[in-house]
């Protein structure tokens, strides 16, 4: 895994956009099509930002899947994953090949048999992702399952990660948030070729820590990425503030004034 840090939330943006459009160009290029996964969450404001904005990218080549979705929460929701893609990438593009969106307003059981067939079909060019403040990778709390081969799971949502949704203000109420979701596997993240984290801010820091540092372990899930061939970690300067001397030492650092 390479990592590269920022000086701000922006340009770390800036640069993971502009990366994952370079890879979406290069399979449609390869291929004729581009399957990409795309995240949500605060993580990842600025660089969809980026990548909505990217020049000469043929969108109706790219098939589009996302890492998760609560259960029994409306799509008119804040919190909606469906919603937030919906605002903040597909109504600003061109029309997609295909946009699977996680319905968590079905039967889940069915829902991730749909998507996980989908799925199959679809080998993933590049996913972006992000790391959530318990470590999580999509919904898979710690300590996350690294063996199930199901495409989509069913997921208890640990407190840590209610407390985070709250904290970003997609909830009033840790009450509010709901106990189940929907969440692409650990697996299925890393069939993924190429896989584009972006993970800014100081509340993020001892996940970033966690990740570079630990063993690799359940117990902390984004640790696993460290495995994967074509991964790349981008944060930013309050990300990395508790990171030890040695792990800084074999960062590159990218600053933009």
């Given at each position: 895994?390479?990592?590269?840090?920022?000086?701000?939330?922006?340009?770390?943006?800036?640069?993971?956009?502009e990366?994952?459009?370079?890879l979406?160009?290069?399979?449609?290029?390869?291929?004729?099509?581009?399957?990409?996964?795309?995240?949500?969450?605060?993580?990842?404001?600025?660089?969809?930002?980026?990548?909505?904005?990217?020049?000469?990218?043929?969108?109706d080549?790219?098939?589009?899947?996302?890492?998760?979705?609560?259960?029994?929460?409306?799509?008119?929701?804040?919190?909606?994953?469906?919603?937030?893609?919906?605002?903040?990438?597909?109504?600003?593009?061109?029309?997609l090949?295909?946009a699977?969106?996680?319905?968590g307003?079905?039967?889940?059981?069915?829902?991730?048999?749909?998507?996980?067939d989908?799925?199959?079909?679809?080998?993933?060019?590049?996913?972006?992702?992000?790391?959530?403040?318990?470590?999580?990778?999509?919904?898979?709390?710690?300590?996350?399952?690294?063996?199930?081969?199901?495409?989509?799971?069913?997921v208890?949502?640990?407190?840590?990660?209610?407390?985070?949704?709250?904290g970003?203000?997609?909830?009033?109420?840790?009450?509010?948030?709901?106990?189940?979701?929907?969440?692409?596997?650990?697996?299925?993240?890393?069939?993924?070729?190429?896989?584009?984290?972006?993970?800014?801010?100081?509340?993020k820091?001892?996940?970033?820590?966690?990740?570079?540092?630990?063993?690799?372990?359940?117990?902390?899930?984004?640790?696993?990425?460290?495995?994967?061939?074509?991964?790349?970690?981008?944060?930013?300067?309050?990300?990395?503030?508790?990171?030890?001397a040695?792990?800084k030492?074999?960062?590159?650092?990218?600053r933009?004034?």
């Amino acid at each position: 895994m390479n990592t590269c840090i920022y000086n701000t939330p922006l340009a770390l943006g800036e640069a993971a956009g502009e990366a994952t459009a370079q890879l979406i160009r290069d399979a449609i290029a390869s291929n004729g099509f581009a399957n990409i996964i795309l995240a949500t969450g605060t993580s990842q404001f600025e660089t969809l930002k980026e990548l909505v904005v990217a020049k000469d990218i043929q969108w109706d080549k790219v098939v589009m899947f996302h890492l998760d979705e609560y259960i029994a929460l409306p799509i008119t929701h804040p919190a909606s994953f469906r919603k937030y893609l919906q605002e903040r990438f597909l109504s600003k593009i061109s029309q997609l090949k295909n946009a699977w969106l996680i319905n968590g307003e079905t039967d889940a059981l069915q829902e991730c048999k749909r998507l996980g067939d989908l799925i199959q079909k679809h080998p993933i060019d590049v996913a972006l992702i992000g790391i959530g403040e318990n470590g999580h990778l999509a919904f898979n709390d710690p300590p996350a399952d690294f063996q199930t081969e199901e495409p989509y799971i069913i997921v208890e949502l640990d407190d840590a990660c209610k407390k985070q949704q709250m904290g970003e203000g997609w909830f009033a109420s840790i009450d509010e948030v709901p106990q189940r979701a929907i969440s692409m596997s650990i697996k299925q993240i890393l069939k993924s070729k190429h896989i584009i984290c972006s993970v800014p801010g100081a509340r993020k820091a001892i996940a970033v820590k966690d990740t570079l540092e630990k063993e690799i372990s359940n117990l902390y899930p984004s640790t696993i990425l460290r495995s994967h061939n074509n991964c790349t970690l981008y944060i930013d300067e309050n990300a990395a503030t508790i990171l030890n001397a040695a792990t800084k030492e074999k960062i590159k650092w990218i600053r933009n004034n």
